[in-house]
């Protein structure tokens, strides 16, 4: 019988929980809208006190979560969400209140290293040591892994920021960043579509000029972020990466940015091979935050530095 | 009586050659122009043997060089520089030529990583797990460490290549880039201070606005990379950060860009502790080559995936 672990994807709008020991075997699953930190923390941990009596004991607890994060093991606000804009949610104890619920090793890392890790554990990064995987969508997030593992550093990147060449000539919006106005999340995250083109990103047709300007603008932050950590494999997810043109104009706009220097890139088919959807899909952060309970279970703080 | 270790810094005018055991410990200096690789590396070669014969054998040798270089030690042409424009060097077997001549293991890695390694041996990185080393001279280049090892990926970061926001109303300089024009490198070198103004940057005055501009278009690749990498501290070296303003510009610029996303870097105190020079000044290339030469003798070669 299969080790049995809990996962927890926690967003800024709703948690998915789900109980299992893989991606082809999830026992059970639930869902609730994120609303105060009491509450939601609440329900999730009834589900899991109700599925251990019918399922047994969990070994862990993973929890992918939204941030910013303190990730630092020495620190004595480990486990906490820090600084969020989110209400009820800047300065809680997320990992320590599930941890002293369930009295379970808890692993804990933002929503999209969990990503990459379950990417990498079952996904389109598995072989690979170095590999970023992002999520464009109501933000832009970024994770990753280099030499086999996740990446930590100060606080945790932050990689939606990046201040990227913004087209004032063919594009005057302004940028919906709060913090920056035009870094890449603010001219290319779902909601500066919404507010540049007056709709929603899933209803612009596809031969809508938004795609080919969303694809320019990242495809800028994809080729720094290649300049920068020089992964093996790009992974992109999230709502705005479904639709279904925009791989293939990012793809051919990152071989015009990089200008011919990664010579490795420069077929059709190598490209194709390098900036991916993630193999796990929409289930890459809640499978994600599994393989973190994996890890926890073998040392209760994950990712800690040898 | 310490073990004695071979270090050769690559670069694209000279080479320089040490032996020794560390900082302290430097037996013997030797330095070469730049010429054929043949001729080059013939007098690399000979000055080791000649200091054999004095103070006994070494234990390995390490190569900080110039690149593009293949560091993947499952390919062929794992020890080459690749595609440089440097007459005669590209596709040159560098390692496999000083390991045949001298029956050593050698350590490699492009001169940034080195310096990088150096630092967190010796300098300014002790006591990190992740930090990034720049140097700003005739090019722009970046290596570093990701938890404790150093970033190499898919080929290894070009962290000068950075697509950055061009102030075209205040700078119409178009950028000197080969491959890019206006990318980070492009505006911010060393020779794209000269061709931007008309005169080397060392003859520019203190209260030039070159050096205001330059600080703005190095503050954004710096907040790009913390963004990237969330790195615990960034060493800035080579020629262009010889003058003496720029630190001291450059940390309020990434203080403004950062927008006070990082809260751990508000104060001066803490920015000026995050940016900093290099602790091993003008020596960090070469000593790193030592600290190479130092994994190689461990394992022949160094770096390789666990």
Redesign the interface.
């Known amino acids: 019988m299969n080790t049995l672990f809990g996962a927890i994807e926690a967003g800024g709008t709703k948690f998915v929980c789900i109980l299992g020991s893989g991606p082809e075997d999830v026992r059970a699953e639930a869902r609730f809208p994120t609303t105060t930190p009491e509450e939601t923390i609440r329900q999730t941990v009834g589900f899991f006190r109700c599925q251990q009596v019918e399922h047994g004991e969990l070994a862990a607890i993973g929890i992918a979560s939204f941030g910013p994060l303190d990730l630092d093991p020495d620190s004595p606000t480990y486990g906490y969400i820090t ?1 969020t804009p989110k209400p009820g949610w800047a300065n809680t104890d997320f990992a320590g209140m599930i941890r002293r619920a369930l009295s379970l090793p808890v692993g804990f890392d933002t929503d999209v290293n969990a990503a990459a890790l379950g990417e990498w554990r079952w996904g389109a990064a598995r072989g690979l ?2 590999f970023i995987y992002l999520t464009i969508g109501t933000g832009i997030g ?1 994770g990753g892994m ?4 996740l ?16 087209d004032w000539g063919a594009d005057p919006f302004a940028g919906s960043c709060p ?2 106005g035009d870094c890449l999340e603010g001219l290319a995250s779902g909601p500066a579509i919404e507010s540049r083109w007056g709709q929603r990103g899933e209803t612009l047709l596809l031969d809508h000029p938004a795609w080919e300007l969303e694809a320019h603008y990242l495809a ?1 932050g994809v ?10 494999k790009v992974i992109l997810g999230g709502g705005v990466m479904q639709q279904a043109r925009l791989f293939s104009l990012l793809r051919r706009e990152v071989q015009t ?1 990089l ?6 890139l420069a077929t059709q088919k190598e490209i194709d091979d390098y900036i991916v959807p993630p193999a796990l899909g929409k289930r890459a952060g809640v499978l994600g935050a599994l393989a973190l309970a994996m890890e926890a279970a073998q040392s209760p703080i994950v990712n800690r ?2």
């Open positions: 600084s040591d170095t970024g280099v030499n086999d593992r990446l930590h550093g100060l606080l945790h990147p932050e990689m939606g920021h990046l201040c990227i060449p913004h913090f920056h800028l080729v720094n972020w290649i300049y920068t950590l020089s992964p093996q940015l200008g011919g220097y990664l010579q490795s530095k040898s």
